[in-house]
């Protein structure tokens, strides 16, 4: 670290103080109940439930946003099969999208994204040369922009393919978002302690398909449902009942926080056009308020501000590294060309948020990339 300036971190969350969650963690010391869908947990899902607009029963919690994923496949796809050995997930993502898939048995095969949404095409994926082998389809809300229900039903009929959605980060653009994002398909979510909506470790998955969700709930609990007869292929992805305490204190200061990353959003689209470089952040409602993302024209671009950030005490991260082809583990899975992702992932640059950044670090940060992006 050079002492050219403070030292601001990429992200420093912020959940919910010992103060606000005492009442939780006494309901659990009256109640004697840790984990396997106790009153926390089951209360935490219909909020959220009622929060994304979905019946009740059509929340499930889950111990990660990657038992999210695992869940929502082995209870809507269950595992690949010799003859349809394959996932198709994008290459801009983040790692977890293709462990959740080898976890279920399949073979990760990497598309590219559409340059302007940085998702997955529909239309393009219905023509893939090998969707004969295709076993799964996991779409991915990039940097939490959600995904649109609508055409991945059509080819979910069509092709006799299940999709599941990886929300990823998608929570607060959901909650605020219209009818097409949450549908039968499922959405798994992440409330890692990196996203907006936070548990410290936790996810789940919602669908108006409570069918499917119930499910969910039985595939990241050992197969049981009622009996202690495993019917399901299954993990243990179950939330605890501390998680789900964590869960129901952040969503009670749930507008308080979201108001903050929105502000300081904000503040960052303010502080650059004021240094010029209107049009160059990319902040919610365009993305999840979990990031504020900074767009380079080229790689030698991105990498010169990300020095030249570094050189000022500020942390920088792209979040999705590479792409997953550039992860060593999946550098040599089956994959499209991926022009897009290659031109994406390596210049969009993720900036330093916290829900209580000020306007003075906005304004540092903004100073320093008019710098370094001359
Ligand atoms: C955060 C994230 C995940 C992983 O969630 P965990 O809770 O860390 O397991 C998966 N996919 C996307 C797109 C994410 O952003």
Redesign the pocket.
Same mark, same amino acid.
């Given at each position: 670290m050079a002492d050219a300036g403070p030292a601001i971190p990429v992200l420093r969350p912020q959940l919910p103080s010992a103060e606000r969650l005492l009442p939780y963690l006494r309901r659990i010391d009256d109640a004697r109940i840790y984990s396997n869908w106790g009153p926390l947990s089951v209360e935490l899902e219909g909020r959220l439930a009622e929060r994304l607009r979905v019946p009740a029963g059509g929340f499930s919690s889950?111990s990660?946003?990657? %038992? #999210?994923?695992v869940g929502a496949i082995l209870a809507s796809a269950g595992r690949a099969t010799p003859e349809r050995p394959l996932a198709l997930v994008p290459a801009f993502?983040?790692?977890?999208?293709a %462990? #959740?898939v080898e976890l279920c048995g399949y073979d990760p095969y990497l598309l590219d994204v559409d340059a302007n949404s940085w998702m997955l095409d529909p239309g393009r994926v219905a023509g893939h040369p090998n969707l004969h082998q295709v076993g799964l389809v996991v779409p991915?809300?990039?940097?939490?922009r959600p995904v649109r229900q609508a055409a991945w039903i059509a080819f979910r009929d069509s092709a006799g393919i299940p999709v599941v959605i990886?929300?990823?980060?998608?929570f607060d653009r959901l909650v605020d978002g219209g009818e097409e994002l949450l549908g039968e398909i499922p959405v798994?979510?992440?409330?890692?302690a990196?996203?907006c909506f936070a548990t410290g470790?936790?996810?789940g998955v919602a669908s108006t398909n409570t069918g499917l969700i119930r499910r969910t709930g039985q595939a990241l609990n050992f197969g049981f449902h009622m009996t202690r007869d495993s019917r399901l292929p299954s993990t243990n992805g179950k939330m605890s009942e501390y998680h789900a305490a964590v869960g129901l204190a952040e969503l009670d200061g749930w507008e308080k926080k979201h108001g903050a990353v929105r502000e300081v959003a904000a503040s960052y689209r303010r502080r650059l056009a004021e240094v010029g470089l209107a049009g160059r952040s990319v902040v919610t409602p365009e993305v999840s308020a979990?990031y504020v993302l900074f767009s380079c024209r080229d790689a030698a671009e991105a990498d010169h501000i990300v020095a030249g950030l570094a050189s000022s005490g500020i942390d920088t991260r792209r979040?999705?590294g590479g792409g997953l082809h550039r992860q060593a583990h999946l550098s040599t899975v089956p994959r499209d060309d991926l022009s897009s992702t290659d031109r994406l992932a390596p210049t969009l640059i993720g900036l330093p948020l916290a829900p209580d950044l000020g306007e003075e670090s906005v304004a540092y940060v903004a100073e320093a990339l008019a710098r370094s992006s001359r």
């Open positions: 889950a990660s946003g990657t %038992a #999210a994923l993502t983040f790692v977890a999208t %462990a #959740a991915v809300a990039p940097f939490g990886d929300g990823g980060a998608s798994t979510l992440s409330f890692h990196t996203k470790e936790g996810g979990s979040w999705y």
